[in-house]
């Protein structure tokens, strides 16, 4: 059983959202960077669980980025896992970073590759089922439990008003969320043994990205709160009845 | 050339999102003077035509029994044969557990650029520029998509909808459809209640309210306002609530037209999920907590009086 994960680096969730560069990219200065929660959390941890429960699973990491991504990646590894491979690219077209993905995988012959459901950072929601398209295997998304049974699994996942639980034969792609697995701390041992596991880089394949990022906007700032005494739940009603006209 | 809006049904019934995006996508068509073409997999037996006062002037069906569940790579090959067949040009998804499930495979197999989460019309007057929500609802990005065709995914309650008086004329589709990838077990729908994702109204509680059994004041609340349920992590965490009422950054993201967040701190990882809400009312006895900053009303007092004293003037005002 082989099992591929993708990590993304993403800013830490209390970073300050600002740009720079007339808007066209993101502040970077003093942000503290993290793997991305649900890659690390449900994901990556998910994965560990099926190697601790038969260790001939052999686990790997991928991440599409430049060297600076590398302090993540070996963070990844002190949580668990193989080896990882890193693709020397940049790009924020998730065409590009899924078809990156895909090259790797189909090369290594994995029976399972893991996502997490979105990054916090562009929120696409788009490598999993992207990557599950270009190697023609099931894509189940949104996955909240998981069971492996040989070369079958069976995927609790979340759909529209509830949830349906799927049976696949693998290969398959899966993306993750809560419900996965629990998030775990790295211990000192992992961090010394992350140290010396492989970290591949490998270079990109040649891929025309198809989207562009041209500029970063926020959101207008909010006017005020309007407070009203606890006394006086009724004028808070008229406001939202009358004011706001949500109720 | 045309605009194809994929419509998501759930049981034969039509889903909210989907209005908004037919919505959304025949004001697309309108930028481009071309027309609004509909796709319906499934069996829906009613309501259909209705499409036409979202601006959608023919509507394609598949019925097929495969389409009862959503199998990601069917839907996908199905749909990219559909935009093949009808010349369309852009393709349009909600952006809800289906659209994120199936939109990615189809840009995949046209070679289409995709923005997902989109929350405005494109900008045409340089390029093909989609704005949609990054870091989670704290700022956004203007995305150009550069390919021939165009995917989009757009982000439930952010386009406003203007219906007009016009029927869609209706029409059965005859395609191949591949075989199953997946074998569907077991479906757990949660009946009853509004599904946090397509709700107006949410009322949501935090570690402020002390444990499970308080719950009842904000089952009221909700009760009256037709209002979805919704927690903080750590509620979530200590199993006060289900994990599917976990809103945030880690949760689940969404934009009501109104939050009300009760004994929640309003921490950055929360407001994350919740910031698009159209209003936000704020109940904390901390008049410090910041969740006052990205409110726009507010009540500084107790939880525990001030809910039931606000379900009870609601009821009142309802009454008359
Ligand atoms: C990487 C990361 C991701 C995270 N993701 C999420 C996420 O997705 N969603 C999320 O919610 N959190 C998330 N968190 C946790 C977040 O940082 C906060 O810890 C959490 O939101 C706090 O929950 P809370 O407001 O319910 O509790 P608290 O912060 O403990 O706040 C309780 C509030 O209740 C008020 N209160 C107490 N008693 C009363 C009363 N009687 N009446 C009225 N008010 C009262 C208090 O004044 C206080 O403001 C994340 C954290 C990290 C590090």
């Not at chain 1, 002190?78 to 970073?97: K, P, Q």
């Not at chain 2, 749909?79 to 499930?101: C, E, L, R």
Request: glycine content about 8%.
């Amino acid at each position: 059983m082989k099992i591929l994960v993708c990590i993304s680096k993403t800013p830490d969730t209390t970073s300050k959202i600002a740009f720079k560069n007339n808007n066209a990219q993101f502040e970077d200065a003093g942000v503290q960077w993290i793997i991305n929660p649900y890659d690390e959390w449900y994901t990556l941890v998910k994965a560990i669980e099926l190697k601790e429960k038969d260790p001939s699973v052999i686990l790997h990491l991928i991440t599409v980025g430049g060297a600076d991504c590398d302090a993540i990646i070996r963070k990844a590894l002190a949580l668990g896992g193989d080896e990882a491979i890193r693709v020397d690219t940049e790009s924020d077209d998730s065409y590009v970073i899924a078809s990156q993905i895909a090259a790797v995988a189909k090369e290594g012959n994995y029976d399972l590759i893991f996502t997490g459901k979105e990054t916090i950072d562009y929120n696409g929601s788009a490598i999993g089922g992207m990557l599950a398209a270009k190697l023609q295997v099931p894509y189940l998304s949104l996955a909240t439990q998981f069971e492996l049974n040989g070369s079958e699994a069976k995927v609790t996942r979340e759909i529209e008003g509830g949830e349906e639980v799927d049976a696949v034969t693998l290969p398959a792609v899966i993306s993750c969320q809560k419900g996965m697995a629990e998030q775990r701390i790295p211990n000192m041992r992992g961090i010394m043994a992350a140290r010396t596991k492989p970290l591949k880089v490998v270079p990109p394949v040649a891929i025309e990205a198809l989207t562009h990022i041209v500029a970063y906007e926020l959101p207008p700032a909010k006017a005020g709160v309007k407070l009203v005494p606890a006394d006086d739940v009724a004028t808070l009603v008229k406001l939202l009845h009358e004011e706001a006209k949500v109720i | 050339m045309s605009v194809l809006i994929f419509i998501d049904q759930s049981e034969g019934h039509l889903k909210k999102a989907s209005f908004e995006a037919a919505a959304y996508g025949a004001a697309v068509a309108k930028q481009m003077n071309t027309n609004a073409l509909a796709l319906v997999l499934g069996n829906v037996a009613d309501g259909l035509t209705q499409l036409g006062n979202y601006g959608i002037s023919k509507v394609y069906q598949i019925q097929k029994d495969i389409f009862n569940h959503v199998d990601a790579q069917v839907f996908a090959t199905v749909i990219t044969n559909v935009v093949k067949q009808v010349d369309a040009s852009i393709v349009i998804f909600s952006h809800t557990q289906t659209g994120k499930a199936v939109a990615p495979g189809v840009a995949v197999q046209l070679k289409a650029g995709l923005v997902t989460g989109a929350c405005a019309l494109p900008q045409n007057d340089n390029g093909f520029v989609v704005k949609k929500t990054v870091f989670s609802g704290k700022a956004f990005a203007l995305v150009n998509i550069t390919s021939p065709i165009k995917v989009i995914t757009l982000n439930p309650n952010s386009f406003g909808i203007q219906m007009i008086t016009e029927n869609a004329t209706v029409e059965a589709l005859e395609v191949t459809v591949p075989n199953a990838t997946i074998q569907v077990v077991a479906t757990n729908k949660v009946s009853g209640e509004v599904p946090l994702s397509e709700a107006d109204i949410v009322v949501s509680g935090g570690r402020g309210l002390k444990g499970p059994e308080n719950w009842g004041m904000i089952e009221d609340l909700a009760h009256v306002l037709h209002a979805a349920t919704a927690c903080s992590r750590p509620v979530a965490d200590a199993h006060w609530r289900p994990h599917h009422e976990h809103v945030g950054q880690t949760g689940v993201q969404i934009a009501p037209n109104l939050y009300i967040a009760i004994g929640i701190s309003g921490a950055i990882q929360h407001l994350a999920g919740v910031n698009r809400s159209k209003t936000i009312v704020v109940i904390n006895k901390d008049p410090e907590a910041p969740f006052f900053k990205a409110a726009d009303y507010g009540i500084v007092g107790d939880a525990f009086e001030v809910v039931p004293k606000l379900t009870a003037a609601i009821k009142e005002m309802q009454s008359k």
